[in-house]
C-alpha cells in the first residue's frame, strides 16, 4: 500500500507500489502457498493470471476468485489452463463456465466459513488472500486472517474514495480487530510490515 494507505488511485487503476524485493517475496509466497484468492473485482480490473512463472498446472497453488454473482469474464487470465481454478459463487448464481470447478456457498453472499471447509477438505492447509479491499476486509470480518502482511512503499496516492488493503463495511471502534506487530523489514525504499492475530 502506499504510505497514506492506498492500494489503487481514486480511479480504481493499479499502481506499481512495491519494490523488486518486494515482487520478489510476493513470488516466493504465492509459490509456497496452497491456494490463492481474489474477489472479482481485481479479476475485472487487473486480469490477473495469479500463477508462478516456471510451475506446472499441477504445481501451481489453486486459484479461487469470490464472485458471488458470477461476473468473471470467460476470457480472464485465471481461466487459463496455467492452473487449476475454483469459481466460488452464491447457491443463487446458476451460472457455469467451461472447464473450471465451481463452488456455491451462501445466499446472497458467500458463506467463507462453509469455503473454509470446502478448502480444507482439498488438503488447502496454506491460503493466501491477495485482495482486493472487500474480500480481504470479508476475511477480516469472518475472524479467519491468522497472518496479515503490507508492504509500505513510498507513493503517496491520495483520494477519499481510493481503495485500501481491507476496505468493506469497517468496523465499529469496540470490534475492530486486533493484531500483534511480529516484524518490520526495510525492501528496497519501502518496508514490509508482518502482524499475527492477537
Avoid at 102 to 127: H, N, S
Avoid at 159 to 166: F, I, L, N, T
Wanted: hydrophobic residues 40%; proline residues 4%.
Amino acid at each position: 500500500m502506499s504510505p497514506d494507505g492506498k492500494i489503487a488511485t481514486v480511479a480504481r487503476h493499479q499502481v506499481r507500489i512495491s519494490s523488486p524485493e518486494d515482487m520478489d517475496r510476493v513470488k516466493a509466497l504465492r509459490r509456497t502457498s496452497d491456494a490463492i484468492l481474489v474477489g472479482v473485482g481485481t479479476i475485472l480490473a487487473d486480469d490477473p493470471h495469479l500463477t508462478v512463472k516456471g510451475l506446472s498446472r499441477e504445481e501451481n497453488p489453486l486459484r479461487l476468485v469470490l464472485d458471488r454473482q458470477g461476473r468473471t469474464p470467460v476470457t480472464a487470465k485465471v481461466l487459463d489452463d496455467r492452473g487449476r481454478t475454483l469459481l466460488v459463487t452464491c447457491a443463487d448464481c446458476t451460472r457455469t463456465w467451461s472447464g473450471t470447478e465451481v463452488f456455491r456457498a451462501g445466499e446472497g453472499r458467500i458463506d467463507l466459513a462453509a469455503l473454509m471447509t470446502e478448502l480444507e477438505r482439498r488438503g488447502v492447509d496454506d491460503l493466501m488472500v491477495e485482495g482486493g479491499g472487500d474480500t480481504i476486509f470479508s476475511f477480516f470480518a469472518a475472524g479467519l486472517v491468522d497472518r496479515y502482511l503490507v508492504y509500505v512503499g513510498t507513493k503517496v496516492l491520495g483520494g477519499r474514495d481510493a481503495p485500501s488493503p481491507a476496505d468493506g463495511a469497517g468496523f465499529p471502534e469496540a470490534g475492530a480487530y486486533a493484531l500483534r506487530l511480529t516484524g518490520v523489514e526495510r525492501m528496497g525504499e519501502g518496508v514490509l510490515l508482518s502482524y499475527e492475530r492477537a
